[in-house]
């Protein structure tokens, strides 16, 4: 039956992933995600977390997603990951608190969820242990005296235990490592003793270290780091040399309350360090035996190429806007953005001016002698054409007044000067936008595709600020390079780093080089037929 039960649950997990690679169209890493977060609400939690996106791109004036549009954002921006240790402690209140059961709670949006967790996390009561437990779960490290008082480690074997949640007052589970738990057995009189937990450790199959909490996800005290300290140097299943239990970190729920080697006093760090150097591979970690001298920190990669489409400006810009355009057969409308407009030089959307009325000024300052004598053969032609005698007086603007009854060739003029202005108008926005994306770095490639930009990301952010640190850790992809882009973004998302301003003057005018005024004139002058 156990055999039967854990094929149900292979199989069952495996489909929700498959429903959310296949049917919803995650990637392989957020359906992954997703399945080990949630199992079988995995798909339930896509769905509250797809409304968080689409909330996100409503608040931000971005266009509405849905369907794959929707999940290729998702897949690409890294709410899933940004959000995991939400999810991570919805799931916990589903799980232990709800006992699986969601109920009324089903439909509430994802920020409810995440208040509704919290609430049940705080109110956890500690647990006062059991009066003469007699331990059924092995122990790995054993600190009790020869009357069996005192502390010890035990392997619980599971990642769920409700013992250990009565106990400790968190949720006892963990979604990635099995639970160790330091115990304390204290003499009550020559009868009872009372068996207590103090601390919670998760640590995965892969030797990675999730969580070590104290009582209602509290973090350890110093007082315990004794006992905390020879766990390093337990070792696993495999029983081989530096075959380790632990051979790193990760984090789940409340990462800021986990113990941290950096708790240590500084020569228990010296020891550890000389005995298992491969424990200090993070950033941080890196960066504290720097400053004790004891390694010679290598600089963190800061340079990237920023590529990004005209569509993408408002994720990196603000003071961008969108317009609206209704399908006039099928009153569908659409959202177009600025910067998109922009980027396409829709000249006509963007001047929005009807007209140029004052020919005489391009007579007198802007005409060129080519144009002037193919607009003298146009007149000549008309007015052979049409029976008029042109006095030998008159200049070119009045000779074209005299034949252009029906405004041919002052129309044609007029829109060409317009289309010049609009154009200038147009390559005065798009100087803005560049001018506002400088501000990551040299824009080295602009046009209707989209930019690219040299990026410095040590221009904006104090790299060796601990935050920073850690940020930098959370965007490690597979290949072990750092998802530079990735973290630009976060930065962007949570505020650390402010927009570049996309702005322009509204008492701007248009100033065309002559040289286009003529070439656009030329081009509506083949358009007249005589």
Not at 111 to 125: G, R, Y
Not at 239 to 250: N, S, V
Not at 494 to 508: A, L, M, N, Q
């Amino acid at each position: 039956m156990k055999l039967l039960e854990s094929i149900k649950q292979i199989i069952t997990e495996a489909s929700k992933k498959k429903i959310l690679m296949d049917k919803i169209g995650f990637n392989e890493d957020n359906a992954e995600l997703l399945d080990q977060l949630c199992g079988p609400l995995s798909v339930w939690m896509a769905k509250k977390m797809m409304e968080v996106q689409q909330n996100n791109n409503a608040s931000w004036n971005h266009p509405p997603k849905q369907g794959q549009e929707l999940i290729d954002q998702m897949n690409s921006n890294g709410i899933l990951r940004t959000a995991r240790s939400k999810i991570q402690s919805i799931m916990d209140w589903v799980r232990v608190g709800l006992n699986g059961n969601l109920g009324e709670y089903k439909d509430l949006p994802f920020i409810d969820l995440v208040l509704q967790s919290k609430d049940w996390h705080d109110s956890l009561e500690i647990g006062q242990g059991d009066i003469n437990y007699k331990e059924q779960n092995p122990t790995i490290l054993d600190f009790t005296d020869e009357n069996g008082n005192g502390f010890y480690w035990a392997d619980l074997n599971t990642k769920n235990s409700s013992e250990e949640c009565n106990r400790m007052g968190h949720c006892g589970r963990s979604s990635y490592g099995y639970l160790y738990s330091l115990r304390q057995v204290i003499p009550i009189n020559n009868k009872y003793k009372l068996n207590k937990s103090v601390l919670t450790a998760a640590i995965g199959e892969d030797g990675i270290m999730y969580q070590l909490k104290g009582v209602k996800n509290s973090k350890p005290k110093d007082e315990y780091h004794q006992y905390i300290l020879p766990l390093f140097y337990v070792l696993g299943g495999g029983g081989e040399e530096d075959d380790y239990l632990i051979q790193g970190f990760g984090s789940e729920y409340a990462s800021e309350q986990d113990f941290k080697l950096t708790d240590l006093p500084e020569e228990t760090i010296r020891d550890l360090y000389q005995n298992r150097p491969e424990l200090f591979n993070t950033r941080p970690l890196q960066r504290l035996l720097d400053k004790m001298g004891i390694i010679e920190l290598e600089p963190i990669p800061t340079t990237f190429t920023l590529e990004i489409k005209p569509e993408d400006f408002d994720d990196y810009l603000d003071g961008g806007w969108y317009n609206t355009y209704t399908n006039r057969t099928t009153g569908n409308q659409r959202k177009v953005s600025i910067f998109t407009e922009i980027m396409l030089g829709d000249a006509w959307d963007l001047w929005r001016n009807d007209g140029y009325e004052d020919l005489g000024a391009y007579f007198q300052y802007t005409i060129d002698n080519e144009t002037e004598e193919r607009l003298w053969d146009i007149v000549r032609r008309m007015a052979q054409r049409d029976g008029v005698e042109l006095d030998e007086d008159l200049d070119l603007e009045d000779a074209v007044k005299e034949v252009d009854d029906n405004w041919e060739i002052r129309n044609a003029i007029s829109s060409a000067i317009n289309d010049a202005d609009a154009n200038d108008y147009v390559n005065y926005l798009q100087k803005q936008v560049e001018s506002a994306l400088e501000e990551y770095g040299n824009v080295y490639e602009f046009n209707d595709t989209g930019a690219k930009i040299q990026v410095d990301l040590s221009n904006f952010v104090d790299i060796d600020d601990q935050e920073i640190d850690e940020l930098f850790e959370n965007f490690i992809e597979r290949n072990g390079q750092y998802d530079l882009d990735g973290i630009l973004r976060e930065l962007l998302y949570i505020g650390h780093i402010d927009k570049p301003t996309f702005s322009y003057d509204e008492r701007w005018y248009a100033s065309p080089d002559n040289n286009i005024v003529n070439e656009y004139v030329n081009d509506r002058l083949g358009e007249i037929n005589i």
